[in-house]
Antibody, heavy 123, light 107 residues
Framework: EVQLVESGGGLVQPGRSLRLSCAAS????????MHWVRQAPGKGLEWVSG????????GYADSVKGRFTISRDNAKNSLYLQMNSLRAEDTALYYC????????????????WGQGTMVTVSS | EIVLTQSPGTLSLSPGERATLSCRAS???????LAWYQQKPGQAPRLLIY???SRATGIPDRFSGSGSGTDFTLTISRLEPEDFAVYYC????????FGPGTKVDIK
């Protein structure tokens, strides 16, 4: 079964850091780009960041550029999001999502999603 | 950044009716790199359509996508009870952005 399981969320004070993880199973992880998408409570979807299969192409939303860093470990079938200088507006459910395309350095649609991990930034 | 606008914000229909959802981009979406997702309360989004008109695996044929350039449409030919949800469009031709969503609720 194809599965993505996020972890690492929690309550954190403004200005602090948090690292999210996403464990992938049921597919050849290193064939696909991966993404983080977030959803603030009661709001819509916001793409946060994406990384190609070989980490050769990385993109960020303007709202997180310079504060968040995406990475992956293909040997561990894992995706990560290092979040620094957290703000109240970063409060959201963070989803890990698999890209539909194999290989290449551009992004496609997202065909598999995890259930998300909640990040709350508050003092 | 390509900004996506979805209309209407809310669509109130009855089961069996046809739903037509619109997604408009602030600039042309290259190669029709446009997708549609369905999200129900408490669930992760589900991919319905990619490449503007290709149905994802397991998606019923009552869902169809069309359009190119800056104007795209998701059509649900006959609404089933399980289709009442929020629908998002997404472009992935120039970075990635999502539209604000259209809620389809029961009239």
């Amino acid at each position: 079964e194809v599965q993505l399981v996020e972890s690492g969320g929690g309550l954190v004070q403004p200005g602090r850091s948090l690292r999210l993880s996403c464990a992938a199973s049921g597919f050849t992880f290193d064939d696909y780009a991966m993404h983080w998408v977030r959803q603030a409570p009661g709001k819509g979807l916001e793409w946060v960041s994406g990384i190609s299969w070989n980490s050769g192409s990385i993109g960020y939303a303007d709202s997180v550029k310079g504060r968040f860093t995406i990475s992956r470990d293909n040997a561990k079938n894992s995706l990560y999001l290092q979040m620094n200088s957290l703000r109240a507006e970063d409060t959201a459910l963070y989803y890990c999502a698999k890209d539909i395309r194999t290989g290449g350095n551009s992004f496609g649609a997202f065909d598999i999603w995890g259930q998300g991990t909640m990040v709350t930034v508050s003092s | 950044e390509i900004v996506l606008t979805q209309s209407p914000g809310t669509l109130s229909l009855s089961p069996g009716e046809r739903a037509t959802l619109s997604c408009r981009a602030s600039q042309s979406v290259s190669s029709s790199y446009l997708a549609w997702y369905q999200q129900k309360p408490g669930q992760a989004p589900r991919l319905l359509i990619y490449g503007a008109s290709s149905r994802a695996t397991g998606i019923p044929d009552r869902f169809s996508g069309s359009g190119s350039g800056t104007d795209f449409t998701l059509t649900i030919s006959r609404l089933e009870p399980e289709d009442f949800a929020v629908y998002y469009c997404q472009q992935y031709g120039s970075s990635v952005t999502f539209g604000p969503g259209t809620k389809v609720d029961i009239k």
